[in-house]
């Protein structure tokens, strides 16, 4: 594995980007405290010039403002009410309003307090902040947003502490501000005299708020910004000390599992055996709930077993009949129909549609939550990315009011879009209000695959019309099985919009509006979404739409660059809007040794994708000859493999390049696994894979040799999204080198699903499966 930073290869430094938030003075808030806190006001983005082309596309609503801008926007309003506190022992601290499920947002943050304190990046501590809904829109984390919307408010907050430290050491040192220097949280006098921070913290402090202008540190001067850093919490995950939501200590908080249904959304009838299973060994209670049977016991061991045990005559669910087959009928009925304008004679047109499989929404941390209901009050602890719609609906579900409710948000084990919903922190509420008792519900694995959130089956439908040299139209009609958004914007009343019938689906289309754009100038674009059937349990996977509706046009620019004889790269190269994107573009075909020749049955695949103020590009070289893809791995599915990927990333200033590379690494597997792979299998009303076992994600044998991440020098200053940024880009470029290695452009995703099941699947009567005992032999 290789990565490349060009900032560093080309002599290029952050401080030579283009300009951002410039040299303005800014507004923050020293408050009343004993020690030294500090708040901001404001934060800003920035925008990208446009290329021109022959026939420009007509700008689309992502082009002009985007679900990033949008966030960011509705979290300006309470930027003043996060703070940084400077404590009597010269650390600094900052309650971080956002989840950590594994981006690194700890680790910039720290980075961004750091820079504009000038202090050492192991004397920050970023924690992550309880549910706060004085903060409204300001604690929702999703879309690649949490960098760009935190950016300029953290390091105003930041520079205000700077500034009162200064000011304090003047006033102590006796020697004019300006006179003096700041260097690891030590301000020196012209004379040699020194205070740390730590001297300075209670002096710097106010007895009342008050208002202090400041200048941000201009680029020139980032010595920690924009260099690569390790992960500060990465001692503690690698030895076990990281805390997560099962390792919280609550008294008396014994585990808790539920008995679910066979099939999706199915309700209890009756249970024949409460009793019985209640006095088996460890159990204290069984109880029934709004998702199936809870069990409470001594340990998980012995919760599995109780679950194991039940006997539940269950009611009929949402989904009882579905098949991959009704569901893709269903789809095709929906599709609205494309409506081209008149064109000359002689333009032509490619077209085709293309099917996506359901994908489980599983990260590695199942779905977990400790809570402790009483008759008064609630207390949960769960990694939440919206714990202010969380808060508020438990408040709801459990009869109390908002301020009687506490949510704790732990770090989480991987999220991917999954943690945007708290269904675990809903039943552990409902469990220890039935059982009134504290409890650590956890779900088990297969609970996660067959009855947690997905990602939803969709088809696509692309047609182009090209003449004379020239894409003249491109319109996209994808069709989806609905997306559920009932945590809106991560409070109480669009998380309410959404779950209207009218209101999500209005929902729906403003996201995927707001999330999709063209980056080429193909003339008249159209791109929009019908969603049908909500009898599923879907959610925002990482990219939501971008990666199925992105993958779906760059096959068709593919397409498009064969009818009209060019070259794949050159083609794409011709049409791009933005010149950061054709430079990206052009990284990677310059690193990937583009058109270079290749074996029969290999190829490479280009692709480009746009998203949230950042470009990225990915070259794929894939192997699909017959010793390749026929190779045998026990347990396991094979096929084709991708032997070499080199990815660009410019988004727009990179805070750490260390995370942007290990995100684009994620991605890059992610694309991998969603072009040849993985997906769920519906039959019977339940999805077949139980388990990582049978859902087959990228693994070991499936992950490319070579890998090279280029991070791209500054080009605007300030930060773009890079969390969802890889994803679309490399299965859009693992696919389109698929369909050049076999000859035949695919399209149904993953390629592999329409193979025969390679596994059995578990049965759903228990819906916990016998734990294995076979682990060594299943150990290579």
Sequence with gaps: METQNLQQQSGVLPQQAAPGIGRRRFLGYVLAASTLTVAAQLGEGAAAPRAEAAVPGVPEPADLYDLNDMLTDAALPTSNLITITLNPDGTASF????????????????????????????KVQVTLAD????????QFTGASNTTISSYVPIRVAAATARQRLLEAAATELGVALSALSVLQGVITAPDGRSLSYAELAVAAGSLTDLQVSVTLKAASAFTVVGTPQNRVDALDAVTGRKQYAMDVQVPDAMPAMICRPP?????????????????????????????????????????IDAVQALQVTWGPGSEDSATD???????????????????????EAVDARFTFHFASNSPLETNCAVADVRSGSAEIWTSAKS?????????VQLGLPVNAVTVHVTEGGGSFGRKLFFDAALEAAEVSQAMAKPVRLMWHRTDDFRQGRVHPMSISRVRATYALGQVLTMDQRHTSVATE????????????VAKLPVGGLAFSETIFSLTQQTPYNFGVTTQLLTEVDNGFHTGSMRGIYSPNVRCAQELIVDQ??????????????????????????????QAGDWGRTMAPGTAQGIAIHPEYHGFVAVLAEIDCTR?????????????????????????????????????????IMDGIALALTSSLHLAGGYFQEGSWDDYFYTRQWNTPPELDIIVMPPTTGTPGGAGELAVAGAMAAVACAYGRATGSMPTTFPVNHGAPLAFTPLPTVPPIPQSPTDGLSRAY
Excluded: W
Aim: one cysteine or more.
């Design 95 to 122: 309650a971080l309003p956002r989840a950590e499920v594994g981006q690194g947002v700890t680790t910039s943050t720290a980075m961004l307090i750091a820079e504009e304190l000038d202090l050492p990046l192991d």
């Design 627 to 667: 010793a390749t893809v026929d190779r045998s791995v026990p347990d396991a599915v094979t096929g084709p493999r991708v032997t070499k990927v080199v990815c660009a990333v410019d988004v727009g200033l990179a805070v750490n390049p260390t995370g942007l590379e290990a995100q684009m690494m994620g991605g």
């Design 560 to 589: 498009l660059a064969a009818a009209m004889g060019q070259d794949p790269y050159r083609f794409r190269q011709g049409f791009l809007k933005d010149p950061r994107a054709v430079a990206v573009l052009d990284a990677v075909a």
């Design 387 to 395: 714990p202010i719609d969380a808060q508020e609906q438990l408040a």
């Design 325 to 347: 087959a009704s569901v893709l009928a269903e789809l095709r009925a929906a599709e609205n129909p494309l409506v081209t304008p008149p064109l000359p004679l002689l333009t």
């Design 485 to 496: 958004f009932g945590h809106g914007l991560g409070e109480i009343i669009t998380a309410s």
């Design 131 to 138: 549910a706060r809904p004085e903060l409204l829109f300001n």
């Design 263 to 303: 099939t999706i959304n199915g309700t209890v009838v009756s249970v024949q055996n409460q009793a019985a299973v209640q006095a088996m060994p460890g159990i204290t209670d069984v109880a029934v709930v709004s998702t199936g049977v809870a069990v409470r016991g001594r340990t998980f061991g012995q919760c």
